[in-house]
């Protein structure tokens, strides 16, 4: 009996995460792939390769997101340091606090940044950020610091400290302590965080086209170019092909990179290597300036009415305008709605996914692995245009569904969910399983004793992550029919930014500062679920 | 033979009534979906009257802009996502045409119709709005000299004052280019004069309204906009203002007129034909303007006082056939590219 359920469960463990990938990614994704590679599809992508302007364009797209990357990677690790080291509760605080870009409108946070360069001197003169490529990075850097700060900060904070311990009174330096000692156990969460920075760059959206300016392409902007402006489908299908392959060869990789066994026991008091105090202290304010300003810019502009501050628009998200099918308010709530499923989805699938690649046989595990990722290097129109044509008939005509836009986020928080999870199960010492094992805990046990509360360190970062990466999202929930009444609050947004007057852009700043009030305590919220289960090894 | 030809007026009658309550009878109770893009607004208390009318409830469904709305409504050709699309406008009538989205039908109301705005003479699709793409300027900042023609806008004294958006990306972006082509002898030149004169180019309106012009704290006086949006800077002005800060330039207007068309493949046609004799009639056009911004199709509805007052159109805007645009617009756009980013 109790084996019959344990099979069920394995059983399970392995389907439920298959069927919801293979029907709501791979099908669709295929579909267009398809298209891509049909009779004209061929032609479509041999002038591609024959196009200096598109192979420009790749190679643009590949080196800004790795300079993206290795950037974001720099300026963010020695705050996921200061987080490892940080109490629990502060810990806590900070990691949902960093989640707030996720949120922020481009447009807006363009706006913010544009200012800045101007009262630093920076908009003209030989020194010109507006529309250039380091706009661009910067914006990737803001965007994407929670990535590491969260995703290695966490997996530090539980890295036992006692191999340091041993290291120092050996002789080691501090400095050679941690490069010897520490980093080599941190690399499968760089790596992590590393292949979601690089995804995220490779396919943003409005960043590229707004801080870098019209004319800047990446192949992203080139599906939406071919796809919606030019309605050229086999050339936007063939380019989404190209980025299906551009993007797995990158997952496979960075996983390859990532699969390396730190060892994690038990929560440490104190977290293992350190870098020194004042070189942090440096770091940390100057991208707390950079994280600050366009916050304190949205602030300011969310108060400042009839020539003097108060309330009035945020009173105002309460009444519907013309601009909007609902008021914004009914727009909060129902991002709030999407957020919450889209995370539960999120956690499930990608909670039982991430088991998989763990423990499961050797090519499921890779192809979990890579399948469940790549939704976030996938551009939004390509599994938008994939659903519109792939589920289109019943049972399974999803196209106006309400479900389909839970779904659509819950892909992207899927793989943050995995990307997050893995690298802390993998970091399990397998003596410790081993050892439970042997005293006679059968495989279940195990894994609820075990891998569970280990795991649920990543699994509260990365549904700390997908509630975000949901309650923000804007591409893929425009592209997508929906009807009016399940206006989310980011399209509310750039709605209100879509009309002149200043009653408009009051309202759309105040809403933006709900968002960042929302997003930030529900990360909190999500993450004191693991308060208890740290201390419980 | 009295006898008979009563019969036959009898039974004829009854055929007749019976046809007619069939009629009604088959809409009743039907439900018909309008795809849309995210700029549709609509009262609900409008829509709430086709129903009482009709007996026929309409469920919305929007996506993005109208460029999105038509590659999605191309890629499911035949198993379409709606009923009646509404939305689609004159820069990309042709694209939906020519992929043979729309079935005909003639609206009631379609004599009714301001002259000029009905482009598809096999009435594929119904023109229900129309507005103006323009150069809008902030009255305060201009220079001593205030542009009145398009060649202005090349003036030195003008110079690094005129911010657009990139056809590549935004409708009011393209809707400016096909205005420089449809009103200046030789738009190319144009443009390289334009550039010479320090125009900037934003992705999309919102960079350009509110990250370069004036009213978001830029330092340009000139944007491409629209000509309801003095309007708009009067009704949502943060303290109240009597008169508008930004006035249109009456000779750089596009025309956009956006249509409805029943889609082909519908399951209920005749619904979707009421709808579309709906939004011709005074209920629905009068919800027009203050919901969405633009003007109504029939002639002599009654607009808002704020319309009266400060939205302007322009008396001879520039306007492009469909398929004249439609075969262009690729090449256009490239040349564009060309003479801009160079």
Request: net charge negative.
């Amino acid at each position: 009996m109790k084996s019959a359920t344990s099979t069920v469960a394995r059983v399970a463990t392995v389907v439920v995460p298959a069927v919801f990938l293979s029907l709501f990614f791979v099908f669709p994704a295929a579909t267009v792939v398809a298209t891509g590679l049909g009779a004209d599809g061929i032609g479509a992508l041999g002038d591609l390769a024959g196009s200096s302007r598109q192979r420009n364009i790749l190679w643009f797209t590949v080196w800004q997101a790795a300079i993206s990357t290795a950037l974001t990677v720099l300026v963010a690790f020695p705050a996921a340091s200061l987080v490892a080291r940080l109490p629990e509760r502060r810990r806590r605080l900070v990691r949902a606090m960093v989640t707030v870009p996720f949120v922020l409108p481009t447009v807006v946070v363009a706006g913010a940044f544009e200012g800045l360069f101007q009262r630093l001197g920076l908009d003209s003169g030989t020194i010109r950020l507006r529309h250039t490529v380091w706009a661009i990075l910067l914006a990737h850097v803001f965007f994407n610091y929670a990535v590491v700060v969260r995703t290695v900060g966490s997996f530090w904070a539980g890295l036992d400290s006692r191999l340091e311990d041993q290291a120092r009174v050996l002789g080691a330096t501090r400095w050679r302590t941690f490069r010897e000692v520490t980093l080599p156990r941190l690399r499968p969460a760089v790596w992590s965080a590393s292949a979601i920075v690089f995804l995220f760059s490779f396919t943003s959206f409005g960043i590229v086209l707004i801080l870098g300016g019209p004319h800047r392409a990446t192949l992203e902007t080139e599906i939406y170019r071919y796809a919606v402006t030019r309605t050229n489908l086999t050339t936007a299908a063939a380019l989404a092909t190209v980025q299906l392959v551009a993007v797995s060869a990158m997952v496979v990789m960075t996983t390859r990179l990532e699969r390396r066994r730190g060892v994690v026991t038990r929560s440490p008091r104190r977290p293992a290597g350190t870098i020194p105090g004042r070189w942090i202290a440096a770091n940390v304010t100057v991208a707390a300036v950079l994280l600050a300003a366009p916050i304190a810019t949205l602030l300011e502009r969310s108060l400042a009415n009839n020539g003097g501050y108060g309330f009035d628009h945020y009173r105002a998200l309460g009444h519907r305008v013309r601009q909007l099918p609902a008021p914004a308010t009914t727009a909060l709530w129902n991002s709030l709605v999407f957020a919450v499923v889209a995370t539960a989805i999120a956690v499930l699938i990608g909670g039982l996914a991430s088991l998989v690649v763990v423990h499961g046989r050797h090519g499921l595990a890779r192809i979990f692995d890579l399948g469940l990722t790549l939704p976030l290097g996938t551009s939004a129109v390509t599994i938008g245009f994939g659903i519109l044509i792939a589920l289109d008939q019943p049972p399974v005509d999803l196209r106006t569904s309400w479900w389909i836009i839970p779904i659509a986020h819950a892909l992207v928080g899927t793989a943050f969910v995995v990307r997050t999870m893995v690298p802390v199960l993998r970091s399990i010492d397998p003596h410790l399983r081993e050892a439970a094992a042997v005293l006679g805990a059968p495989p279940g046990r195990v894994r609820r004793e075990i891998d569970l509360p280990i795991g649920l360190r990543g699994l509260v970062v990365g549904a700390g992550f997908a509630f975000a990466v949901s309650l923000g999202e804007f591409g893929a929930t425009s592209f997508l029919p929906r009807r009016p009444e399940n206006l989310t609050a980011p399209i509310a947004l750039f709605r209100l930014l879509s009309t002149p007057g200043d009653l408009l852009r009051g309202q759309a700043m105040a809403l933006a500062v709900v968002l960042m009030v929302m997003v930030a305590s529900a990360v909190l919220l999500i993450e004191s679920f693991r308060g208890g289960s740290e201390g419980s090894l | 033979m009295k006898l008979r030809l009563l019969a036959l007026v009898i039974a004829s009658t009854l055929v007749a009534a019976a046809c007619g309550s069939d009629d009604t009878a088959s809409i009743d109770g039907t439900t018909i979906t309008v795809l849309t893009h995210d700029s549709f607004a609509v009262s609900d208390s409008v829509l709430a009257e086709f129903t009482a009318q009709t007996g026929v409830v309409v469920e919305l469904l929007s996506s993005g802009d109208a460029g999105t709305m038509v590659s999605h409504a191309i890629v499911t050709s035949g198993n379409p996502l709606g009923d009646v699309m509404f939305g689609i406008d004159n820069t990309f009538l042709q694209r939906g045409l020519d992929a043979d989205l729309f079935e005909p039908y003639t609206a009631t109301g379609l004599g009714t119709v301001v002259p000029g705005l009905d482009l598809d003479p096999d009435h594929r699709v119904t023109p229900i709005d129309f507005g103006d793409v323009c150069v809008n300027y902030w009255v305060d900042a201009a220079p001593d000299f205030t542009a009145t023609t398009l060649e202005d806008l090349t003036n030195p004294i003008l110079a690094d004052q005129l911010v657009v958006e990139s056809p590549e990306a935004s409708s009011p972006g393209l809707a400016f280019l096909l205005a420089t082509i449809a009103g200046t002898d030789d738009w190319e030149q144009y443009w390289e004069d334009l550039v010479a004169n320090g125009v900037s180019v934003t992705s999309g309106w919102e960079d350009a309204y509110y990250g370069e012009f004036i009213a978001g704290g830029g330092d340009r006086s000139y944007v491409v906009s629209y000509a309801s949006s003095p309007a708009a800077e009067v009704i949502f002005a943060d303290p109240p203002v009597d008169a508008a800060p930004t006035r249109v330039l009456l000779d750089s207007c596009f025309r956009q007129i956006e249509f409805a068309g029943i889609m082909r493949g519908t399951e209920s046609p005749q619904a979707a034909q009421a709808f579309i004799d709906f939004m011709l009639t005074p209920t629905f056009q009068e919800d027009i303007p203050g919901n969405m911004f633009v003007f109504p199709a029939v002639v002599d509805t009654v607009l808002p006082p704020e319309f009266v007052e400060f939205a302007q159109l322009s008396d001879n805007p520039h306007i492009l056939d469909p398929a004249e645009i439609e075969a262009n617009r690729n090449e256009w756009v490239d040349r564009w590219v060309e003479i801009v980013h160079g």
